[in-house]
Structure formats: structure tokens, C-alpha cells
């Protein structure tokens, strides 16, 4: 496995090693002690997986006071997958990083605790799995509006699909600050 860190300090973008022949693929997804030499120290305690069409954009959310890390794959299609650094001390508050993550490329990216996380699907569709370090929280959770120009991500496709929720998002700037990370 190779671990790449980002350029916001905290991410780290995993590329797995792949054992393929004409029968298809092996690879690990999950070993706990290589994650964590790699960086991640978080047990985790969830799993997730959602399925979307094309163009549909989640998030970008993150929970706090229950915060959770998430290591999140593509098992079908490709997204272009993004975290914000909600850090209040960070020299990178407010930035953010996007990768693109397929069922090709086999990525992982680990987006921990202090990120808000979101992702749109590129491909016709997409299965994407998160692995997350603390258990879903709703009355913890808070959504930020996806084109908040403070943040200035710039997403592969200007109208995305997004639910009710996410288009109902907070403005980095009107998040209260007991919501955010010290």
C-alpha cells in the first residue's frame, strides 16, 4: 500500500496494492496496523455504502461534537470526492482538496476528524463505501452549503443534484464556532 499525504495536513490518499491476473483482483482494504503506521489512528466503528446517479452531489458535511473520520472508496463508477478543513487553529482553515476516487484507480482517502467531507458523482452511477470512526450522529451533524464562495471548490459540474438538506447548508462563515474544530 502506498500512503500519500495531502496538502491539507491530515489527509492521506491510499493507493492499495493490486493482485490481478485473468480471474480479476485481490487487494486489502482494511489492515488495521499498516493504517495506522500510515497515520490513521481512529478505531472504526461503521461502515457505509450509498448509491448514486450521475451528476449527484453529497455534502458536504461533517459531525461535531461526535466528530467522525471517514476512509472513504469508489466500489463502482468514479467520484470526484472533496474535504474542508474546519480546523479553527489550522494554517489551512476553510481550504479544501479534491481527489478523484473510482473502482479503476482503487484510491482510498481519508478524510479525519476536523473535515467536512462531500463528494459528486462523475459516471453514470456510483457505489461508494465510507468507513467512519464514530457512529452517525444526526443532531450532530451539520451540512455547508456545497458552492460557498468562501471555500471556492471548484466542482467538475456547476449544477449538481443535491437534496433538500444539502441545498439548505450553512455558509462556512454562519457556522457557529462551538460547531467547528479547536
Not at 493490486?18 to 472504526?44: C, K, L, N, P, S
Not at 448514486?52 to 473520520?69: A, C, D, E, V
Request: hydrophobic letters at 40%; a neutral charge; one cysteine or more.
Amino acid at each position: 500500500m502506498n500512503a500519500i499525504p495531502c496538502k491539507l495536513k491530515g489527509l492521506l490518499l491510499f493507493e492499495p496494492k493490486v493482485f490481478g491476473d485473468a480471474r480479476g483482483f485481490f487487494m486489502e482494504t482494511w489492515h488495521q496496523a499498516r493504517y495506522r503506521e500510515a497515520g490513521i489512528q481512529g478505531d472504526f466503528v461503521q461502515d457505509n455504502l450509498s448509491v448514486s446517479r450521475k451528476g449527484i452531489l453529497r455534502g458536504l458535511h461533517f459531525q461535531n461534537p461526535i466528530p467522525q473520520g471517514k476512509l472513504v472508496s469508489v466500489l463502482q463508477g468514479e467520484v470526484f470526492d472533496v474535504a474542508v478543513d474546519l480546523r479553527l487553529s489550522s494554517p489551512t482553515f476553510g481550504r479544501w482538496e479534491g481527489t478523484n476516487l473510482s473502482a479503476e484507480n482503487k484510491r482510498q482517502f481519508y478524510v479525519p476528524p476536523g473535515f467536512a467531507h462531500g463528494f459528486l458523482v462523475l459516471s453514470d452511477s456510483a457505489m461508494f463505501h465510507y468507513k467512519c470512526t464514530a457512529l452517525y450522529s444526526p443532531r450532530d451533524e451539520v451540512s455547508i452549503r456545497w458552492n460557498d464562495p468562501d471555500i471556492g471548490i471548484d466542482w467538475p459540474v456547476k449544477e449538481p443534484l443535491i437534496s433538500e438538506r444539502d441545498g439548505k447548508g450553512l455558509f462556512l462563515k454562519d457556522v457557529p464556532k462551538d460547531r467547528l474544530f479547536p
